[in-house]
């Protein structure tokens, strides 16, 4: 979901901290005492070890962040936790509007963001982004039946997007301002789509197989109206936290892990 001002992809969640160590050593513990001692070595290598890391999110984007309760899980979620993880780090959670994340990354309410955001020169200019964790395609939802068979069909109706997405962007500039309505939430245009009261809408393609399998009489165009790459954005210039996290991504991408949290979220195409 390309989200700041907002395919597939793949992409990932959060979840605990760090096991403890054990401290005792008599010789029948030795091999475990070795393993916890060189985990512990390894997390203290890092500067983040011991430190609690604030993720802003908009958790209104399933499978990559969503509430299950008072629980807010995903994809991008299991992917933080699992960073923190690597970094002996703690996890804490902040929802807020998506156009805020990076206010608060900027602000220093966040250390970091994720939120399906797609790397873009904007927000290049206003953030550092870390590697590519995942890509994401968006997808256009009509109703069964719509007219609109392809993305040309698109000019001159009436499109809904989440505010501040990537959707939101490229609609704009390709069907112009006039053609595009905006919502908070996802699920809010996609509920005005049931309604009747839009045409179709444009979004991260994992979402509209979620919001497609939750609304009878609804489809997802079979050509993607674009592709993008999603990132974890945090301040401008700080590269030792920046560095960490590229670190454990490509640790995660090399165990598989990031595959496994993907799989968690997403069993169908």
């Known amino acids: ?146 007219e609109i068979q392809t993305i040309e069909d698109l000019s001159g109706k009436l499109i809904g997007v989440q505010q501040g997405t990537t959707g939101d962007i490229y609609a704009s500039d390709d069907f112009g301002d006039e053609n595009v309505q905006r919502f908070p939430k996802g699920a809010d245009a996609v509920q005005a789509l049931v309604n009747g009261k839009i045409d179709a809408v444009i979004i991260d393609n994992k979402p509209a197989q979620v919001f497609v399998s939750e609304n009878e009489g609804l489809v997802i165009l079979e050509t993607a109206y674009a592709e993008e790459e999603y990132a974890i954005a945090v301040k401008k210039g700080n590269t030792e936290l920046l560095d960490a996290i590229n670190a454990s991504i490509a640790s995660l991408k090399e165990s598989g892990t990031l595959d496994e949290i993907v799989a968690k979220y997403v069993t169908a195409e």
């Not at 395919?7 to 979840?15: C, G, Y």
């Not at 985990?39 to 290598?45: H, K, L, M, P, V």
């Not at 309760?69 to 993880?85: K, L, M, S, T, Y």
Request: hydrophobic share 40%; with cysteine; aromatic share 6%.
């Open 1 to 146: 979901m390309k989200k700041n001002f907002a395919a597939l992809a793949l992409a990932v969640a959060m979840a605990a901290t760090l096991a403890g160590c054990s401290s005792s050593a008599t010789e029948t513990e030795a091999p475990e005492t070795e393993n916890t001692e060189a985990e512990a070595e390894a997390a203290g290598d890092s500067a983040f070890a011991g430190q609690t890391l604030i993720m802003a999110t908009n958790a209104e984007f399933p499978p990559y962040e969503y509430h299950d309760g008072n629980e807010i899980v995903g994809i991008d979620v299991d992917i933080a936790r699992a960073i923190c993880e690597e970094m002996g780090a703690e996890l804490e959670i902040t929802d807020i509007a998506f156009d805020s994340i990076i206010p608060e990354i900027q602000a220093d309410k966040a250390d970091f963001g994720a939120a399906g955001m797609t790397v873009t020169e904007d927000r290049q200019s206003q953030v550092d982004f870390s590697d590519t964790y995942a890509t994401g395609v968006q997808s256009v939802i009509v109703p069964e039946g719509s």
